[in-house]
């Protein structure tokens, strides 16, 4: 999924879509994530929650050039440009769906999608 992520980047930067416009969201968290976890996806740095706080309590980011956050944690944000990866699911649940809304909905003008083989025919069995 990394491989097509970052065909993902630069499809929109071939659009015409500058590298600031673009945010990726991972289906995963910290811990699982590998998106969240590496310093660059292809030939970008990645700008990410380092997962410490301030003193006053704000979050620390590294110092990267591509915004890479968790579907969650970018909840009521949005972004010109979103890819959604490392959607990886065997069962499309009812957290998986909310998963799916909460990532399609931040994206303002165009979505790319990477998903897992098993969670393309889940989606493509609830369509029926």
Not at 62 to 77: A, C, N, P, T, W
Not at 102 to 125: K, P, W
Request: proline letters at 2%; one cysteine or more; charged letters at 20%.
């Amino acid at each position: 999924m990394i491989i097509q992520t970052v065909q993902a980047v630069e499809n929109l930067l071939a659009q015409g879509y500058a590298l600031s416009d673009i945010v990726i969201l991972t289906g995963h968290g910290r811990g699982k994530s590998i998106l969240l976890n590496a310093d660059h996806i292809g030939r970008f740095t990645t700008r990410r929650f380092t997962g410490a706080y301030t003193r006053n309590g704000d979050p620390v980011w590294s110092d990267g050039e591509l915004m890479v956050e968790s579907i969650y944690r970018f909840k009521g944000q949005s972004a010109p440009a979103v890819i959604l990866s490392e959607l990886d699911f065997t069962e499309l649940t009812a957290q998986e769906c909310r998963k799916l809304f909460v990532g399609m909905t931040r994206a303002q003008l165009n979505l790319q999608i990477v998903l897992s083989v098993q969670a393309e025919a889940c989606i493509a069995n609830a369509m029926g």
